[in-house]
């Protein structure tokens, strides 16, 4: 069963949990107990693909989904037609003590596919497991890759509508192509006259609108989000450290039972927390190498215990980690207090009053005993890109670098031998323009296409299928509206269908 993070009595299956999202106080539902596995379980894994590996796992999590349905939804989310590559999420190897998790492959190219083309086929279920009968309509503030991800994986599942709304002028130009052309009958997508920060207010404003849902749950809608705190979506993210794992032992990279490290991007701390997850369930996990990029909140947080979310905001080459507040930390939290709810709850609110709070010691302690955390500035994720790529001949995303960058701290700092995994979170032609500067140093501002042709040439890497594809794909989404129109455009676009 889950219960919250911020306590209560209540306890749900995991298809409540997936359908709720958040909990009615405010916390995260975590699974009350979670499971544990040996050496054995995990050496058979070697002998399964992707798919197998994830109903292996996802059955311990997600009991009261049987195995067909798990495996029917596992199927749709991590098939041929979804990914690119084979293997689902490959390691790579660049010399004897580190590799490269590659979790790109799916549909958007972003790390976010893994678990958003899972979700809305957990949640499809939900929903008939709970028996409701509302349509359910999805909102998502998107600085440019969870919008992407969630549209292809929520698109043409029914008795879903989604709307996604971004800054106009805020995302990328690949980014905002991707978007304006996504197809399924489900779905709008929308500009907003205004920059992030307003989009995403403009969506919690509709949320917290009593009135306005009120008003929709008589036209038999309700809204729902598919951010990161959801259970559904952290779920999907434990299975790649296990299948990560077995594909080192089946290469002969590591031994039965030796530990490794990991060393996650991150930002909304989802990523880094499903490895906790598996390491808390049993898998061989040295350190969990957090990194950060000039938003070093998390950095700060793990070094000293105090986490202060009052600091200027940076934008930086890694943007889908431009994050200051990790909602997902009240989850580890939680689990290191030794399930202490009224203290998380005693934080989260000081957070919410004051910007921040201070762990005790003995927390601080813990924390450290198994992540280990730094930054990289912008100037130090280029050079990291043009060394990995002159060092290795490998071509690596600016978030990917940033991840490289730290785990290079870390080695320098500590003496540690264990191997590393870099969980690498973007292909580098999503962020086509920092990586080709990044490389050559300096390139004309030339045509979207053009920079994707030149980046295939300079990695030997074809471009994604779907990103190439977007050159032909014709624009279907012209909606544009101001901040303080975005309930009113939500009503539009429900009445328009
Ligand atoms: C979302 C994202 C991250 C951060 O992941 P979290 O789970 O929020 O920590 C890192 N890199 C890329 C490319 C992402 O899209």
Redesign the pocket.
Known sequence: MYISTRGGEEQLTAAQAILKGIAGNGGLYVPEDIPAIDHTWIANLQEMNYCERAQAVLNLFLTDYNADELATCIQAAYGADKFDHSEVAPVVKLDAGSYILEL?HGPTS???DMALQLLPHLLSLSLEKTGENAQIVILVATSG??GKAALEGFKDVKQIRMIVFYPQDGVSEIQRLQMVTQEGNNVAVVAVTGNFDDTQTGVKQIFNDTAFNAQLAEEGYQFSSAN?INWGRLVP?IVYYFSAYADMLKQGAIETGEKVNFV??????????AGYYAYRMGLPINKLICAANSNNVLADFLQTGCYDRRREFHKTL?P??D?LI?S?LERLLYHLTGENAGQVSEWMKELNEKGSYQVSEPVLAALQHLFWADWASDSQTTETIAAVHEKFGYTC?P?TAVAWGVCEKYRAQTADQTKAVILS??SPF?FNTSVLSALQGSFDGADEFVILEQLSQLSGWPIPRQLAALEQKQRLHYIACKPQEMAKTVQEILNNK
């Open positions: 790109w972003a790390f976010k890759d969870t990161s993210q996650v991007p991150t930002g909304n701390f989802g990523n880094i927390l890694s889908s980690m994050i990790s997902n995303d978030h979170t973007a999503k």
